[in-house]
């Protein structure tokens, strides 16, 4: 169908299009999984947007619902201005939501963009986490072997998607933010403050920590099917 809606998954940080399989085996609308190419030089949000689309292009993807988690958010800007008019809902998961014009870093308290900054000029290949670190911030509520994954599969981006703006968000009217109530990564008032820079989104929450589609898979697929209909019911009276 020429107005068929594809979801279209992009992860966060240090996972990849892999994080999204138990969801997406939930849905019973079209779905992708795209690997964000920030693992090369060059890996602004700007860029790793084009790629995306580019992609998608390629794939013959039309209308689409875009669902960013995390480190994602940083690509909204790029994503809905290239998307535009095919864009016909986003749905923000615990996403950093830069201030206009801003970066990753710039969304985050003075400290933590200071000890960033410094931190990625010594390591201009990207920054891993230590396991304890990831278990503690990522898997808290997650299966052991979930987690032994997480770590072992876990890869660093390159600074450039976090140092570099994220570009200005556009108004995003149909947009909903799923606020995570045990995140230890974006704790929940960090998320209150990035969804605050979006159009009056729908916010729902959900009693998961950071990997949701991990953890409670088929609870967010569920979430996530409601977002695909009202999409699909929109895009019927366009």
Excluded at 47 to 71: F, I, K, Y
Excluded at 212 to 219: E, G, H, K, N, T
Aim: proline share 7%; net charge neutral; charged share 20%.
């Amino acid at each position: 169908m020429a107005n068929e809606i594809t979801m279209v998954f992009l992860h966060g940080a240090g996972t990849g299009a892999w994080v999204w399989e138990r969801v997406i085996k939930e849905l019973s609308a079209p779905a992708v999984a795209l690997d964000i190419p920030g693992r090369i030089d060059g890996a602004t949000p700007d860029n790793c947007a084009a790629a995306l689309v580019a992609e998608l292009d390629r794939r013959g993807v039309n209308s689409v619902v875009l669902v960013l988690h995390s480190l994602a958010g940083v690509l909204a800007s790029g994503l809905s201005t290239r998307l535009e008019p095919r864009l016909k809902r986003c749905v923000f998961i615990a996403a950093v939501i830069p201030p206009s014009g801003g970066s990753f870093v710039d969304a985050l308290g003075f400290v933590n963009r200071v000890v960033l900054r410094v931190l990625f000029k010594f390591n201009p290949k990207g920054l891993k986490p230590s396991p304890a670190m990831i278990r503690r911030q990522l898997c808290n509520d997650l299966a052991p072997q979930d987690a032994d994954q997480v770590i072992s599969c876990y890869a660093a981006e390159m600074p450039e998607l976090y140092l570099t703006s994220a570009g200005v968000l556009p108004l995003l009217p149909n947009s909903t933010y799923i606020k995570l109530l045990k995140d230890q990564s974006l704790l929940p008032l960090q998320q209150d403050s990035m969804r605050a820079r979006l159009d009056r989104p729908l916010v729902r929450e959900m009693d998961a920590g950071h990997l949701v589609m991990l953890s409670a898979p088929a609870a967010l697929a569920q979430l996530l099917e409601e977002e695909a209909r009202a999409a699909q019911r929109s895009a019927s009276y366009d």
